[in-house]
């Protein structure tokens, strides 16, 4: 049955804007026991609770044990995700140009290849009819 640690680490996840491996990768813990303490079946470790209050040490650990709010002991941590959201999102801009520019040059490619091939079919038809 699913217990309310598990509840409230499948918030925190969605909170930090994060699936589950992810997650896993970003505390150091092993996907297989974060799936598992998200689903309920078996509760976290200490090692993976400890791996978790590492990584995010403004996480509230009275929060995630028991449910006393807040979920995080002040605001920098929320200026701290905005801070990576933003950093993955300029990331992700930057990608999408490139790909745009290959994209853009890929075409030209194409297009100069049709005219040679057009060319080339032109030439033909031209010895075809002398």
């Known amino acids: 049955m699913e217990g309310d640690l598990s509840l409230r680490l499948r918030e925190l996840i969605k909170n930090l804007g994060m699936n589950q491996t992810s997650f896993a ?3 150091g813990n092993n996907a297989k026991n974060i ?5 309920g079946t078996t ?5 993976v609770l400890l791996n978790i ?5 403004n996480l509230n650990a ?3 044990m028991r449910g006393s709010e807040p979920m995080w002991l002040n605001e920098d941590e929320d200026e701290d995700k905005r801070s990576e959201a933003e950093i993955e999102l300029e990331r992700c801009n930057n990608e999408l140009e490139m790909i745009q520019n290959e994209n853009y040059y890929l075409k030209q490619e194409v297009s100069s290849k049709d005219k040679i091939i057009e060319l080339l079919e032109r030439n033909q038809g031209l010895e075809k009819s002398s």
């Open 43 to 47: 509760n976290p470790s200490l090692g």
């Open 35 to 39: 799936s598992n303490a998200v689903k």
């Open 62 to 64: 009275n929060w995630l």
């Open 25 to 27: 990768q970003k505390t």
């Open 53 to 57: 209050f590492d990584t995010f040490q």
